[in-house]
C-alpha cells in the first residue's frame, strides 16, 4: 500500500451528526472507505448511513477498532476534537475544519511532539489512497490508481491536478493536501520521507503557494538528498494579490518575502522541475515520467 | 484584525505594559482637547511638544507626511484637520492609500536608542516567538535581510511561555542592564502574556525607545488579532475600523467570498484560493492582466455566485470574465445554473469564459450550451480558456 492510509484503516467521523459529517460519510463508504464510526457528544445510540454514533471517542475506539479519525467538527470545537482523538491513541488524525484559531493549533503541535500520533490538516480536504482509502473531502473518481503521490497546501487546485495527471494516464499511489493554515499538523517536510521510502511511489508532486515557508523548507530537504526520486512543484500566487501587511516581524521570520518567485528558483535550485503554468502540471509529469511508469 | 496604534496602546497599558502618554481624537476640537489634557498630564508648560500622528492600519506614516509637530492646542487642531478625512498613501497601502479617521496626540520623547521587540508565530516550528534587535525603526526588515544575526529569535514552549532566562537572553541581546534591563524583562514578560490572553497574531514594538532619562517606553504599536479567535473575545470586536478596509472586498467578506482588487481589465471567479491563484497566474502567462482575485468558496450557491458577479461588475475596468470551477462537491451543472441565472437577472452583456470541470461536467456544459447565449464561452480546458478571455479582454 502507499503511506498513511490504505485497506485496513478504519475510519471514524468526528462531526458526524453534522451536515458535512453526515454527507461525506456518505461519499467515503461509496468510495469503500471502512467507516466504522461516528463521533458526536450526547447522541449515542444514532446511526448515520447505518454508521454507529458514540459520545466519546475512546467509546468509539474500543467498540469499533478505529485507527483514524476524521473531524468535521465546528472551529470553536476543534482543539478539543483533536484532544480527544490523540487522548484516545488514535495514529492518523485528520482535521477538516476550517477556522481554527493559530494558538489552538500550537497547542495541538506541542502534544504531538513525541507523540506516535500524525495530524493532516487543518483547514484540508483530507488524504486519499485511490481505488482503496479516501479520508477527507475530495472527489474520488477524478483519481485512479497508481504511482505518482500528490502533496499540496490547495483544495480546488489539488483536484485540477490530479485531474490533469489522471487525464495523462499517471494514476496516483497517495495524494495529500496538508491544508492552508498557518499552523499545520503535517508539512512537506514531514511526508516527503515517508514518500520516498515508499515501495508504490516513483515521482512526487508538490503544489505550493505563497507565504510561509513551506516550500523553502522542502527544498532544504530534498537538496540535503534526503529526497532522490523526482520531484515535480507548481506555487501558486505568482501575481497574488501581495497581503496587506502590517509590521515586519512576518517577513524577519521567512527571511524573505514568500513570493512564488522565490519559492520557485528554491525549489529549482534544489533540483525540483518547476512548472510554470498550471495547466501543465499533468503534461509536464508525463513527459518526464513516460506514462507507462505512472500506472500501477 | 488589525487595531490601530491608539487601541492597541489603550489595551497594552491596560495589561500593565508602560506606554507612551498620548490621546486620541476624531475632530480638530477634540484634538485641541487633547493636547491640553496630554500638556496637563505630562506637567508641560507653554509650547508643550506633542506630536499629531495619523491612524491608518499601515505602516510608513512618518516619511507620507503623517506624524507633524504641534506646539499649541490650536496647531494641534490645525495638524488633526489637515490629517482627518484625508487619504494617506505611504509605502505600505498601495497607491490609494487609507483614509485617516483618528489621530494620537502623543507626547514627544527624547530617545538615546531605538530597540525593536515583536511577539508573533513561526508558523513551520509552530511555536510563538519572541523577535528583538538592538537597531529598531524603519529600516528594521533591512537589517533583518542584511544582518540577520542583528536579530535575536526566542522560540518558546507554549507550555511555558516566557520563562525568567529567555526574558534575560532578550535583555542581553538589547543590550540593557541593571535596571533597564528588569525593565525590558518585565515588557517583553508583558507582551507576551497580552499576546497569549487576546490571541493576538502580531505584537509589534517598533520602536521601543530607551529614553535620556533611563526609561524604556513603546513609541509605536502594532497589534494585530487572530480573527478565528475573534469568538473568544466579544469585548474586542468592536475594535474593527472597517474604513480601514476595502468597500468592496468588504462587502465580498460578508457574505463569505474572498475577493481582492487589482489593476488589470478580466475578471476572474473561482472556487478556491488556490485555483483562484492559479487561474490569475495563468492568465498573466497568456499575456492578460486580473481584475480581482475572488474566491466563491467551497460551499456557494446560486446568491453567492449571483453576488460575485455584481461585485466583479462594480470594477469598471473589467473587459471580460473569466469563470474556473472544478466541481468537487459543488456539482457542475449546478454552477451552470447558477452561472445563468446570475448573468440573465444583472443582464451581463460583456463576454464571459466558462471553464467547468469536474462533477457532473458534462450536464454543466449541456446547460451552457443550450442557453445559447451570445456572451458565454465555454472552454474545457484552462490553458484554452485563458488565452480566449485575454483575447476578448483586448
Redesign the interface.
Known amino acids: 500500500m502507499s503511506i498513511l492510509v490504505g485497506k485496513d484503516t478504519r475510519v471514524l467521523v468526528q462531526g458526524i451528526t453534522g451536515q458535512a459529517g453526515a454527507?461525506h460519510t456518505e461519499k467515503m463508504l461509496e468510495y469503500g472507505t471502512a467507516v466504522v464510526g461516528g463521533v458526536t457528544p450526547g447522541k449515542a445510540g444514532q446511526q448515520v448511513h447505518r454508521v454507529p454514533v458514540f459520545n466519546a471517542v475512546r467509546d468509539a475506539v474500543k467498540a469499533t477498532g478505529a485507527t483514524a479519525t476524521v473531524i468535521f467538527v465546528p472551529?470553536?470545537f476543534a482543539y478539543d476534537a483533536m484532544v480527544e482523538a490523540l487522548d484516545a491513541g488514535l495514529r492518523l488524525v485528520v482535521t477538516i475544519t476550517e477556522?481554527?484559531?493559530?494558538?489552538?493549533?500550537?497547542?495541538i503541535?506541542?502534544r504531538l511532539q513525541g507523540s506516535a500520533s500524525r495530524l493532516i490538516g487543518p483547514n484540508c480536504?483530507g488524504l486519499i489512497t485511490p481505488g482503496v482509502c479516501k479520508v477527507g473531502?475530495?472527489?474520488g473518481?477524478?483519481h485512479a490508481p497508481g504511482r505518482v503521490a500528490v502533496l499540496?497546501?490547495?483544495?480546488?487546485?489539488?483536484?485540477?491536478a490530479v485531474?490533469q495527471l489522471t487525464q495523462a494516464g499517471l494514476g496516483q499511489s497517495t495524494c495529500i493536501g496538508i491544508g492552508?493554515d498557518?499552523?499545520?499538523g503535517s508539512?512537506f517536510t514531514d511526508l516527503l520521507p515517508l514518500l520516498e521510502t515508499d515501495p508504490q511511489t516513483d515521482a512526487i508532486v508538490l503544489?505550493g503557494?505563497?507565504g510561509?515557508?513551506?516550500e523553502e523548507?522542502a527544498a532544504a530537504l530534498i537538496k540535503k538528498a534526503g529526497i532522490r526520486k523526482p520531484v515535480f512543484a507548481?506555487v501558486?500566487?505568482?501575481?497574488?494579490?501581495k497581503e496587506?501587511?502590517?509590521?515586519?516581524?512576518?517577513?524577519?521570520?521567512a527571511?524573505g518575502k514568500g513570493t512564488?518567485a522565490e519559492k520557485m528558483a528554491t525549489l529549482k535550485a534544489a533540483g525540483v522541475t518547476v512548472i510554470?503554468?498550471?495547466?501543465?502540471i499533468g503534461r509536464t509529469v508525463a513527459a518526464a515520467l513516460g506514462t507507462r511508469a505512472g500506472r500501477g | 484584525m488589525k487595531l490601530h496604534e491608539y487601541q492597541a496602546k489603550q489595551l497594552l497599558e491596560a495589561a500593565g505594559v508602560p506606554i507612551q502618554r498620548g490621546v486620541p481624537a476624531t475632530t480638530p476640537q477634540e484634538a485641541a482637547s487633547a493636547y491640553d489634557r496630554l500638556r496637563a498630564a505630562c506637567g508641560g508648560g507653554e509650547g508643550f511638544v506633542c506630536n499629531v500622528k495619523a491612524q491608518l492600519h499601515a505602516g510608513g506614516r512618518g516619511k507620507a507626511g503623517g506624524i507633524l509637530v504641534a506646539t499649541s492646542a490650536a496647531q494641534a487642531a490645525e495638524h488633526a484637520r489637515a490629517l482627518l478625512g484625508r487619504r494617506l498613501v505611504t509605502t505600505q497601502t498601495g497607491p490609494e492609500g487609507l483614509p485617516v479617521t483618528a489621530v494620537l496626540i502623543d507626547e514627544r520623547v527624547a530617545a538615546r536608542a531605538e530597540l525593536y521587540v515583536a511577539v508573533t508565530i513561526d508558523r513551520f516550528r509552530a511555536a510563538p516567538v519572541v523577535l528583538a534587535s538592538r537597531q529598531g525603526g524603519v529600516d528594521i526588515e533591512e537589517v533583518a535581510a542584511t544582518q540577520p544575526s542583528a536579530i535575536h529569535r526566542e522560540l518558546l514552549e507554549i507550555t511555558e511561555g516566557l520563562t525568567p532566562a529567555a526574558a534575560r537572553r532578550l535583555t542581553d541581546t538589547l543590550g540593557l542592564s541593571g535596571s533597564q534591563a528588569e525593565q525590558g524583562q518585565r515588557m517583553a514578560q508583558g507582551l507576551w502574556r497580552f499576546f497569549e490572553a487576546q490571541d493576538a497574531s502580531l505584537v509589534e514594538i517598533n520602536p521601543l525607545s530607551l529614553l535620556e532619562d533611563g526609561r524604556l517606553l513603546p513609541v509605536d504599536a502594532k497589534v494585530v488579532l487572530d480573527d478565528n479567535a475573534l469568538f473568544r473575545h466579544p469585548d474586542l470586536a468592536g475594535l474593527r475600523d472597517e474604513s480601514q478596509e476595502h468597500p468592496l472586498e468588504l462587502k465580498a467578506s460578508r457574505i463569505g467570498i474572498s475577493y481582492v482588487g487589482l489593476s488589470g481589465t478580466i475578471g476572474c471567479l473561482v472556487n478556491g484560493a488556490g485555483l483562484a491563484m492559479a487561474t490569475n497566474d495563468i492568465i498573466t502567462l497568456c499575456g492578460g492582466q486580473p481584475a480581482n482575485f475572488l474566491d466563491v468558496g467551497g460551499g456557494a450557491n446560486v446568491d453567492q455566485v449571483t453576488k460575485a458577479f455584481e461585485i466583479i461588475l462594480a470594477d469598471a475596468r473589467v473587459k471580460a470574465i473569466l469563470v474556473n470551477i472544478f466541481g468537487g462537491i459543488m456539482r457542475c451543472d449546478w454552477i451552470a445554473q447558477g452561472l445563468l441565472n446570475a448573468t440573465q437577472r444583472l443582464q451581463v452583456t460583456m463576454p464571459i469564459v466558462v471553464r467547468l470541470q469536474g462533477t457532473n461536467v458534462e450536464e454543466g456544459r449541456r446547460l451552457l450550451r443550450q442557453a445559447e447565449r451570445l456572451n458565454l464561452i465555454t472552454c474545457d480546458e484552462l490553458e484554452e480558456a485563458a488565452r480566449k478571455v485575454v483575447e476578448l479582454a483586448r
Do not use: C, N, Q, W
Not at chain 1, 477556522?99 to 497547542?107: C, S
Not at chain 1, 499540496?152 to 485540477?160: E, Q
Not at chain 1, 501558486?236 to 494579490?241: I, T, V
Open positions: 454527507f472551529a470553536r477556522g481554527i484559531p493559530t494558538l489552538d493549533m500550537v497547542r503541535r506541542r480536504p473531502i475530495m472527489p473518481y477524478i499540496s497546501r490547495s483544495g480546488t487546485l489539488t483536484y485540477d485531474y492552508g498557518p499552523v499545520l508539512s503544489i503557494e505563497i510561509g515557508t513551506e523548507e507548481f501558486a500566487g505568482r501575481l497574488a494579490p496587506k501587511r502590517m509590521g515586519h516581524a512576518g517577513a524577519i521570520i527571511g512564488a510554470e503554468s498550471p495547466a501543465a
